[in-house]
């Protein structure tokens, strides 16, 4: 009898379940995809090929209406959420197993106002896409390197990029964003409204809600940079990291310097800088001089290039579906003992891995540590190795090479990490990325989240 009681409510529960998903279906303006659906084994693929998660079923938004019926039923069928715009966050946080995935990826109405210089950018579009649009405008603002991340999860985590020495993180230069709230409300957040869930979303990433568009401060840019790769020979790399140490630290707001260890495709070794000059390169071409004139230089290929060549210089080094793992942290200066220690432990590295010292610093420094969500504003570089590969056999070696590369920097931290950068960590991480913030963010989170629904994130826990 009580076997028969509990196969009846099963069942009572999965035809609840399957009502409640064809209401769903019926009342999208997008799309719902289901595991039955051929859309869906492409749909559940996230950028990182090593991500492997099966959700209940995916929501491709159309507008916030959407995002606002989705929230609801994922409340009341107690469904795990995840919330995915562009599909780049390296730990997968953006897709769940057996829950729903709000996905905002089709939404990419933007709208530029020349003369006001703000372009209004719904949620979905890639960096690729808000460059070209406000660039054909002339202008430009703060986004990252590859232009097939999302500028959603960049902005609310920060957004670092070429531009923003100069300009400041992505989120600086947020000027409003609309947001749906975990109670399924639909907020404006900017100085002067909800200005408390403004100060979190610049920063504090997925926390608070789901973003359906963003305002953004545009700079006018002109129509070529001064940029480009640079590279040494290895035999001289302790040299001409010593070299860029010095530069990058005095380095004017205009110069932006990343730079990496890397191996090339026949196997040689190399320090590699990317330049980028955000001004006149007749103005550039003094500044950037000293570095172009060292002996080891083995390759340098700084010219005028436009903007939408330079932020997709590097696509092709992250196509969709490979393996990663990255694993970072802020450092405040490179010493020569860190210098010794990177190029001691590159030595070791798996082939097809390289180590990133994304330069920041500059405008972000100036912003205070408290102003917005972000926190590590005192950092001068993003340190992190990429691990590339793909068999899933290679995946222990990856990991464990990178996690041992960490520990051996350690000592080189600043303590800080970029919340974009980080991932299944623990929660000691998440409070290194947000500093004194954290406090303020977990209050917020009370205030927004109390249950904590958007939790597939770098999670701050409501207080
Ligand atoms: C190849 C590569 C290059 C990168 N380069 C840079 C760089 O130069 N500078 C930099 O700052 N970062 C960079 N990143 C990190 C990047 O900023 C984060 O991975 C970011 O989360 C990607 O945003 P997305 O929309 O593509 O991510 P998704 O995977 O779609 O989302 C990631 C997380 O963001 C949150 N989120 C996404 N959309 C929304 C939304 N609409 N509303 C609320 N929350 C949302 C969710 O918590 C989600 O889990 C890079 C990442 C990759 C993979």
Redesign the pocket.
């Known amino acids: 009898m009580e076997r028969v009681e509990i196969e009846n409510q099963a069942e009572r529960e999965s035809s609840a379940r399957a009502a409640a998903i064809a209401n769903l279906v019926r009342n999208a303006h997008g799309e719902v995809v289901l595991p039955d659906h051929d859309a869906y084994e492409a749909a559940r693929r996230?950028?990182n090929g090593a991500v492997d998660k099966k959700p209940l079923l995916i929501f491709y938004c159309s507008d916030a209406e959407d995002v606002i019926g989705a929230i609801q039923f994922a409340r009341l069928e107690k469904l795990a959420i995840?919330?995915?715009?562009?599909?780049?966050?390296?730990a997968g946080?953006?897709l769940c197993d057996s829950g729903i995935v709000i996905d905002?990826s089709r939404m990419k109405r933007i709208e530029v106002d020349r003369e006001r210089r703000i372009a209004r950018a719904e949620?979905g579009l890639s960096l690729g896409e808000f460059d070209a649009a406000t660039l054909a405008c002339g202008l430009a603002t703060t986004m990252?390197?590859?232009s097939d991340?999302?500028i959603?999860?960049?902005t609310?985590?920060?957004?670092?990029?070429k531009l923003g020495r100069k300009y400041g993180l992505t989120c600086d230069n947020l000027l409003a964003a609309d947001i749906v709230t975990a109670d399924g409300r639909l907020l404006r957040a900017s100085a002067s409204e909800n200005a408390d869930l403004f100060w979190g979303i610049r920063g504090g990433?997925?926390n608070f809600?789901?973003?359906t568009a963003f305002e953004y401060q545009l700079h006018p840019l002109g129509a070529e940079l001064l940029a480009g790769p640079i590279a040494f020979d290895y035999a001289h790399a302790r040299d001409a990291m010593r070299f860029y140490a010095a530069f990058s630290t005095s380095a004017p707001d205009e110069v932006s310097l990343d730079a990496a260890l890397i191996t090339t495709p026949s196997g040689e070794r190399r320090f590699a800088v990317s330049v980028c000059y955000v001004g006149a390169f007749e103005d550039g071409e003094p500044v950037i001089e000293p570095l172009t004139r060292l002996r080891s230089v083995v390759e340098d290929r700084i010219v005028p290039r436009s903007y939408l060549q330079i932020q997709s210089a590097n696509d092709s080094v992250?196509p969709r579906g490979r393996r990663y793992y990255w694993k970072a942290q802020f450092l405040r200066e490179l010493t020569d003992a860190a210098i010794d220690m990177l190029l001691e432990t590159y030595r070791s590295a798996p082939g097809g891995s390289f180590i990133v010292l994304?330069h920041v610093g500059g405008a972000i420094s100036r912003v205070p540590n408290t102003a917005t969500a972000y926190f590590n504003r005192d950092a001068l570089y993003d340190c992190f190795p990429v691990m590339i590969w793909d068999d899933p056999a290679d995946d222990a070696i990856n990991i464990r090479w990178a996690r041992r590369f960490w520990s051996a920097m350690q000592p080189f931290s600043t303590g800080g990490v970029y919340a974009?950068?980080l991932g299944e960590e623990g929660e000691d991480r998440v409070q290194a990325a947000y500093g004194e913030n954290y406090s303020r963010l977990s209050e917020l989170k009370n205030k927004y989240d109390p249950g904590n629904i958007f939790n597939?994130?770098q999670n701050i826990r409501p207080r």
């Open positions: 996230v950028w995840a919330v995915r715009s562009g599909g780049h966050s390296v946080m953006s905002l949620a990252g390197v590859n991340t999302g959603a999860g960049l609310l985590g920060g957004g670092i990029g990433g997925g809600g789901v973003v992250f994304q974009n950068n597939s994130n």
